[in-house]
DNA sequence: AACTGTAACAACCGCAGATCG
DNA sequence: GCGATCTGCGGTTGTTACAGT
């Protein structure tokens, strides 16, 4: 879209030894530079990485470049109209928390979701408030309370909701894998056991939670980490769940929650190498799929091809993973 | 053709939590 | 225990393209 300033020296060579960093738009040389260099070392520590690949920006930049833009395993294009249906009920659920509705959209960022609500989706919600009297049209950044409001407590549904939709979509284009005889899409996110606290505090039989939107994350795990080992050993692998908001509650508890589940990926880092290279990345997923000595396997994930209508339906006809709190 | 408004998107900033030395 | 550092998130700003006048 941009071009890249063309004030910008390519190499900013400083006279003195501490390097200025660039800031602004990316040029295709960096982008190429950080490219090859995380296709080749793999995700790790990002002011390494900054280093490392010779460009002069800082980590976070790099980060903030390689999630939003470079990652392979990105969706480009416009949202589908079921993308954005999706976008506008996760909203009104979880309010500007866009890293949670993002982790529901494969293959969709962050950034891009915040952009889009901003541009236009809420405009057009505002404008069809000015039409309309439905509550949900509602622009507000603060969640809806979910319970009390905006969806009806439907009859409780069977928590297989989330295998029940996806293993019956037609439109899933995963690579299939076999557990035995079965079936089974998501093998090693197929976790017997969802502890969760709350209102069905407990042990369920959850067979996976991915029609919790947990896909995105789990196949990325902060873009880019899957534990299968992890998950199958210590079944402590929760995926974010959509978390009840009430207007009640105050925003210090809102990020409390979202910094302790945000931090739950950051262990996984630590706990097992914070530098982990792509080679590790790559038979992670690789092998979660059967796609081994590939890189970036999500480029043949074909994430853009879930059945988001399905997830809809199930987001918003299952009450009880709203009541759901992170561990 | 020139100007203006705005949509769309990329990137930066500031903050907070976790980890490390 | 404490400060430095890393990382991630959400808010905000800046830039470009394009449509309308």
Known sequence: ????????????????????????????E???????YMLTNGQGCWSDIAKNAGL????????LRWINYLRPDLKRGAFSPQEEELIIHLHSILGNRW?????RLPGRTDNEIK??????LKKRLKNNTSTSSSPNNSDSSEPRDVVGGIFPLHEHHAMTFCMDSISSSPTISMPPMVTGNQFDPFPLLNINRYDITGGAAGLLDVPTCLAQGGLGEALYGDYGVLEPGKIALEGDFSLPPLESRSIEE???AINSIDRKSNN????????????????????????????????WEGENLRMGEWDLEGLMDNISSFPNFLDFQVE
């Open 1 to 28: 879209m941009r071009k890249p300033d063309p004030n910008m020296p390519k190499n900013n060579t400083s006279t003195t030894n501490k390097m200025k960093l660039r800031k602004g738009l990316w040029s295709p």
């Open 30 to 36: 960096e982008d190429e530079k950080l490219m090859k």
């Open 56 to 63: 002069q920006r800082c980590g976070k930049s790099c980060r």
């Open 99 to 103: 890293s949670q509705i993002a982790a």
């Open 115 to 120: 952009n889009f609500w901003n541009s236009t």
């Open 250 to 252: 105050s925003n210090t």
């Open 264 to 295: 739950n990926n950051h262990h996984h880092h630590h706990n097992n190498n914070t530098c982990f290279n792509n080679t590790d990345q790559s038979f992670k997923v690789g092998e979660a799929f059967g796609l081994e000595n590939h890189h």
